[in-house]
């Protein structure tokens, strides 16, 4: 059952704590991304990642940080640097097809709550 | 970023009757994508429609692309309550590699 996950669905913290969300596709994708999504508003980008071992940062990655071991993960950690962590995050895959990227494919989302 | 712009926001109709939504843009774009997402859940690809295309059909969906207009619209026949989501448009901007920038989204309501 190929897809992406992410974990978990909600997540609800303290100010001035680190959480890390986790995102893992299994469907041999080269790229992965990282949206958030604020009530009502569309997507905003936060970090991508092209390859193993390499991202670049999104319009808004202030405060947020990822890595990219191995090809089927792309963890985000959203920091106590993040003055408004509370948000909806979602993860994306994509591949490069013959005229360039192809659509992305989502996960369900992970609802972050912090207090 | 340059973010598309949707309209209408927000969209109510009954069953059967056709949707229509619109998305503007501002420079140059690869292709111009639209996905659907139901409430509090991830996005669902729709269509993706290349600079060099006009129109594209999937099922009861229709976009179309007005590269001189820089707009598109997305065009639901035949609505079911089903439809009922928020449909987003999504420009792959030239030179911007696969990075995807996101218009706020129309909300449809189909009525049974």
């Known amino acids: 059952d190929g897809g992406i996950t992410q974990s978990p669905k909600y997540l609800f913290r303290k100010e001035g704590q680190n959480v890390t969300l986790s995102c893992e596709q299994n469907?041999?994708?080269?790229?992965m991304y990282w949206y958030r999504q604020d009530p009502g508003q569309g997507l905003r980008l936060i970090y991508y990642s092209q390859i193993v071992n390499d991202f670049q940062k999104g319009d808004i990655a202030e405060g947020y940080s990822v890595s990219r071991e191995k090809k089927e993960s792309f963890p985000l950690t959203v920091t106590s640097a993040q003055k408004n962590p509370t948000a909806f995050y979602l993860c994306a895959s994509s591949r490069q097809g013959l005229y360039g990227w192809d659509e992305q494919y989502f996960g369900p989302g992970t609802r972050l709550t912090v207090t | 970023s340059q973010q598309g712009e949707e309209d209408p926001q927000a969209l109510s109709i009954q069953e059967g009757e056709n949707a229509t939504m619109n998305c503007s843009y501002k420079?140059?774009?690869?292709?111009l994508q639209w996905y659907r997402q139901n409430s509090g859940r991830g996005l669902v690809h729709l269509i993706l429609i290349r600079s060099n295309e006009r129109e594209k059909h999937s099922g009861r969906l229709r976009v179309t692309l007005d590269t001189s207009k820089k707009s598109s619209s997305l065009l639901i026949t035949a609505s079911r309550a089903a439809d009922t989501a928020s449909y987003f448009c999504?420009?792959?901007?030239?030179?911007?590699?696969?990075?995807?920038?996101f218009g706020g989204g129309t909300r449809l309501m189909v009525k049974p």
């Open positions: 999504a420009t792959a901007y030239n030179n911007a590699g696969n990075m995807l920038t």
């Open positions: 469907l041999n994708h080269d790229a």
């Open positions: 420079t140059s774009i690869n292709n």
